[in-house]
Structures are given as C-alpha cells and as structure tokens.
C-alpha cells in the first residue's frame, strides 16, 4: 500500500470518527429538545412553555418541534437552536427576557429590591434599639443570671404569643 | 326572571352608593341614626344583590339563551352539576358574584360588630360600601349579566334566542372548578374589610392595638380562603390541563399569590404592634398594600392586559379598574400621611436576637417576594410600553428569583419562632437550635449520600428537616412542661397546650403545612417522563414501569365524544391493574380536553395522559410521567387550612378575657340603668 492510499485512508477514517462523534445521538437530541422546550414558549398562544403546552395536539407546538429537532440534527447548539426560533417568532418566544438592554431591569430589579430591603430592614432595627442612656440605666438593675432568663423565657412563651 | 336581576343589580348599585354616602355621614356627625340608616343599606344591598345572583342561575338552570351571557357559557347537554359554576365562568357574572361575596362580607361585619366599635362601624361600612359601588357598577355599566341577545332585522332589532349555548369552557367543568373560583375570590374579596377597618381606624384616630386585634381574624379569613384557593387551583392544573405540573408562574396564578403574600407578611408583623406596639405604620402599609395587591389581582384577570390561560378575554373594563386602584391608593395614602403623627411606635428593640427582629426580616423577604413576583408579572406590559418590544416571563424567571427567596423564608419559618420577644440569649438559642440543626444534618448527609446533589433541592430538604425538627420539639417541650406542672399524660398535654394557645400552635400547624409543600415541590426534581405510540399489544417503558395497551375504544357521552386507551401497567413484574386515560372533545364548544388516568401514592405519582391518536398510525400517543411526592403538596395544603381554622378558634386565653369583658361591660350598662 502506497503511503499516499494510507495517509488517505487514515484522513478519511478521522473524518468519519469525527462527524460520529459531532452527530448527537437520540438521547442527546430528546434531553436537549426537553430542555429547549422548557426555555421557549408555545407560540398557539396558550401562555405556557412549549413543553407544557395543555393542547398536545397543538399544530403551533408539532411545528416548533420540529423545527426544535431538525435545528439538533443538523449539529446545532442548543443556543444557536433557540436563536433560530427567536429569528422566526421574535423575542417573546423566549420563556425568560434575555439578560440584555431594559431586559436587564427584569433580572436586577428583584436583587436590588432584596438589598435595599435588607438595608432598610438593619436600619429600623438600628433605630428601634434602646438609645444609649436608657441602656446606662438598665445596666444598673443586677444581671440575670442565663439560666433563670432561659426559665423565663420559656415560661413567657406560653403566655406571650 | 332577566328584569328581575336587572332591577336587582341597579337597586344594589343604589343602595352601596347610599350606604358608602350615609356611613361616611353617620361617622361624621357621630349619628346614631345615620348609622342604623348605614346598616340598613347594607341589607338592602344584600338582599337584592341575592336576588340579582338568584334571577342569573334561573336563566342558567332554565337555559334561557335570550340571555347572552348564558347563550355565551351554558348549553342544554352542561350536567345539572356544572350548571353553576357558569355563574363565574365569564366576565360578567363573576363581576356579580364578586358584588354578592363583598354583600355577605359586609354584613357579617356589620352583624357581627352591631354592639361593638361603635366609632368605627359607620367608616367600616361607608368604606366597604364605595367599593361595593365601584363593582356593582362596573357590573351595571361594562359588563352586565342581564344583557339581552337581539338581531337586526327589516324592523329594526329584534330578540333573539339561539336554539342552544355555546357551553362551559371544558375545563372548567371539574369537580374543583366548583369549589376553586368561590375560594379564591372569598380570598380576594375578603381584604375588604380589614382595609375599610384600618382606613376607618385612621379615620376615626382610633390607632391603638383595637383595629388590629379586630382585623386580624378578618385578615385570617380571606388568607385561608385565597391559600386553599390557589391550592386547589394546583390540584386543578394537575389533573386537568395534563401538563403534569401545578404550578406554571401564570400571570393570573401570580395575581392570587400577591395578595397572599401580602396577607401573610401582615399577619406576622402585625403580632409586634399586638405584643409591642411597634410598626403601627408598617402595618397599616401593608393592610393597603394587601387590598391593594387583591383589586390588581383582580385587574389582571378581568383586564386582558396580560395573556394568560386563565384570563377572561380582552374587555373594555381595564380603565375602571386602573381609576379604581389609583383612586385606592391615592386616598389611602393621603389618610396614612395625615395620620403619621398617631401611629409612632410605643417601644424600642432590646435586641437584634429577638422574635421582633425576626418578624421583621420576615417581612423583608415576604416583600421582596412580592416585588419579585409583581416585577415578574407586569414586566412584559412595562417592555411593551418602554421598548415596544413583546417580551415573555415564564417560568424560568421565576424559579431562578423565586427559589432562593423561597429557600430564605422557609428557614425564618423555623428559626423566628426559637426566638423570644424582647431578647433572646445565647443559652437560650444554643437549645433551641442545636436538636433541629443535629436532625437537619443528618438529614443532609443521607441525602447526599443517596446522590441528591442538586444544591436548591438539597437546600430545601435541608431546611425542611431543619423546621419540621424545630416544630416538633416546641410541641415537645411544651407538652412536657404541662405535664411537669399539671401532671397529664403526653396527648392531652398536647391537646391541652394547643387549645390554651390555639393562635400560637395553629401557626406551628400551618407551618408544618408549608414545610411538607416545600417537600413536595422539591419533589420535581426527580421528574421522569416518557412518550409513545400504541396500539393493542404495544409495550412502553418508564422507569420501574411497564405498560401494554390493551385496546383503544371510543363513544360518545351527555356531552362530549371520547377515546379512551386500556393500559395494563406492570411494576417489577407485578400487575398493577389497567389505566385509562381518555381523550375528550366537548360538542358545545368544540374543545378537546385530555381527562389523565392517576396512580398516586405518599413516594410518588403515575400520571398517565393520552395526547391523542396518530392520523397515520390510529394507535394513541400515550405520554407518561412519575412525578415524586406530589401528594405532599395537596397534604401540606390541608394541613395549613387546619392549622389556620385552629388559628381562628379563640383559645382558652381569649375566652376568659372575653368573659371578663362582657362581664364588665354588663356591669356598667346597669349602672347607667340605675
């Protein structure tokens, strides 16, 4: 054999083994197309997922499917699947806004409204404290030992609540 | 029987527009006889209200299809049973149903209190009343049940009356559908009233503890009625829409949530100003904030701003509620701001590490939950009108933002309650929490090693365990105190302990029940499912499962056509008898509906739908889902109605105090006598 004809068989052997291992197995394309269709929404105007869209017979699903599995057979990424269904059906097809631009404020608002809840929470209970000269005063009384304060504390909880 | 509700509905609409007036008058000039006037409308408006309901489920039971509302959503072959429900299947009759549960609200109030807040009835009432106007007039004006169907013709228009309805949307025509919308909207409806009691607090300038210790079962009501409500409209979702799923983050689900959530964070901060007299302005902010949430609720729904599954289609009646709620807010906080001065609190903090600090971090993430979800809800109308651009927020938003925050609030759901008010030492937590934190752990470890890995659903069976732990050993240690002191025997100190405090261990309750739903949504997470074709003969495979067809049958019923398949399901070897999912396609309105076939048991559910049948093939498309611990969240949701009906019975405590208060009160009555 002429070291031409094994270097050409070898590129070919590399070539074949390559396209088996890009080409996704059913599985991969079932587990991929059951994430996208949790990612996307039904566009039969049903107001749910793709995946849980309530008429399984819906003609708008069974297309998008479709275009879903073709998408995945072809090789594409699950990102480049989804953008080929935004191409089509725009934006709102997307079941989450793209963390992008105003869609941005979707995403922090939440966040931001937790921070600045917290930081109103610390600051109430900073100024509901005892201003210092009452606690001056309170210090004088003669300290509770902790296990006569864990007694009454238990003993409270039965009448305070 | 069409007039009849007609000249209802009108006389209710005068009536709440007398009522709102005379109450508003009778608080004003102090007028006893005002106020007899104000309660006499409010009969008046309940009464004929009744009589407007009564008349529309006559021309429902006797498919009077002149009426275009019932020619709309009824038709000869609706069962008996499914007749009314139709009364809240569209727009305008569930306006009027809406009007006649604010109707039996204000009377039980007005009943209720007749001997009792005698400054604040007449406000209670004028309040209540104006907004019993906004929606019996809405009802009259936008959308009214009592229209009449007509035709042009050579003469002008002429009656009409179609020879059958179009029919009850298929899906509403379940056994929960008939229990589900009346909870929710007693939920919804039922903020009413304790917003009209802290504006005729505010009002009045009666802010002491008096408004909330009134409120605060009416505050109860309508947050058991919409929890058990949006409960049941899951349990709905997962045996009707065949998604498998109960929860989707739907617009018109959110709406039902906000109010909730509202409720509860006022439920909790309201026991500071009870114990402390702190918060008083937070309280009332949250009261308008609830109401507030539960008339949006509402505009959501009936507005069609928003596509949802659930919504009523697009009407006209939007700008009156959008005029309604910023009148709402505009006069309740115009009210709060002039009454600042009345509502400072009575008592500082001790310390951070006390039940007061508990409550209010409580209260943060309740917000911030309420922020999240009103944020996540209104976000496609707000793109639309900045941006122009249709944007979607499912479920993927939702559960990325929601979980954490849910994850937060179920650990305040154990820890604030190991909390004592005023301070809490470090003894005192080293106790309490160290059995949970133990149990927890190892909770943790087993799980971990059984191969639960994902951190959300790790975390939350974690917390679970961690809070379940930390109910338990409060029941624990409070029954083996009783029987310390009163040497009774474990049940009965339970028992008793619970009924000297049934407010306190009603909340236990109810948190038991929040923990075992928690369990149940983590549950999803081990969600398995699978789809095939079949014919007689064909086997499918899901997990631990075998299913053969047996044969596929079709026929016809009252009022839908059907095909049913026969599935022989097998589990390691052993029969299991024969499921059979059914396809249905509803003659009346031309709608297709899959009725799922259910194996359920406390470790997980089978939940078997059939999507159809192949045109190629005729064999069905059978889908198949497991779905773990599912039960767990219907459970949770009857332990939490429990647990708040236990809330709601006065304890032993309470009795006492009101005997002695009755007894007082009785006393100075014959004193004036003599």
Known sequence: ?161 | MNQVGAVGLIAALVFAIYGAITGAIAGKLRSPRMLKSAQRAVLGFFVTATLAVISLEYLIYTNDFHNAYVAEHSSLALPLRYKFPVLWAGQEGSLLFWTWLLAIYIGFAVLLNRRKNRQLMPYVISISMAVATFFALADFAVANPFNTLSMASASGMTPFTPADGNGLNPSLQFHQMTIHPPLLYLGYVGFTIPFAFAMAALLTRQLGDNWIRVTRRWTMVPWMFLGTGIVLGGNWAYHVLGWGGYWAWDPVENASLLPWLGGTAFLHSVMIQEKRGMLKVWNMSLIILTFFLSIFGDFLVRSGIISSVHAFAQSDIGPWFTVFLAIVAAFSLTVLFLRLDFLKSDNRLDSIASRESGFLFNNWILLAAVLAVFWGTVFPVVSKAIENETVTVGPPFFNKVMIPIGLLLLFLTGAGPMLAWRKTSFQSIKRNFTIPLIVAGIVGIILFAEGIHGLYTWMSLFLCAFVATSIVAEFYKGARTRMKTSKEKFPSAVYNLTMRNTRRYGGYIVHFGIVLIFVGIAGQAFRFETQGLMGPGDLLHAKDYLFRCEKITSGQKENYQYVTVDLAVTKDGHAMGVMRPQKRFYIASRQPLSHIALRTNLARDLYVVMAGTDQDSGKAIVHVIINPLVQWVWIGGMIVLLGTILALIPSRIERQMADIHKHQEATVEAHHVT
């Not at chain 1, 590129?11 to 083994?17: I, P, Y």
């Not at chain 1, 994430?35 to 399984?56: F, N, Q, R």
């Not at chain 1, 080929?84 to 806004?97: H, R, T």
């Open chain 1, 1 to 161: 054999m002429s070291l031409s004809r094994t270097l050409k068989i070898l590129v070919l052997s590399f070539a074949l083994v390559n396209v088996a291992m890009a080409a996704p197995t059913s599985a991969q394309i079932d587990r991929i197309q059951n994430t996208i269709s949790t990612k996307v929404y039904c566009m039969c105007g049903c107001a749910t997922t793709l995946k849980d869209c309530p008429d399984l017979h819906c003609p708008v699903k069974a297309k998008m499917d479709q275009i879903i599995r073709t998408d995945l057979k072809q090789g594409k990424s699950e990102k480049a699947t989804i953008q080929d269904l935004v191409d089509i059906y725009g934006e709102k097809v997307l079941a989450a806004p793209p963390a992008s631009g105003f869609n941005l404020t979707a995403w922090i608002l939440p966040g931001v409204g937790l921070l600045i809840g917290l930081f109103l929470a610390i600051t109430i209970v900073r100024r509901w404290r005892r201003p210092a000269v009452q606690s001056a005063t309170s210090a004088a009384a003669p300290p509770m030992d902790d296990n006569v304060r864990a007694a009454v504390e238990e003993e409270m909880k039965k009448y305070v609540d």
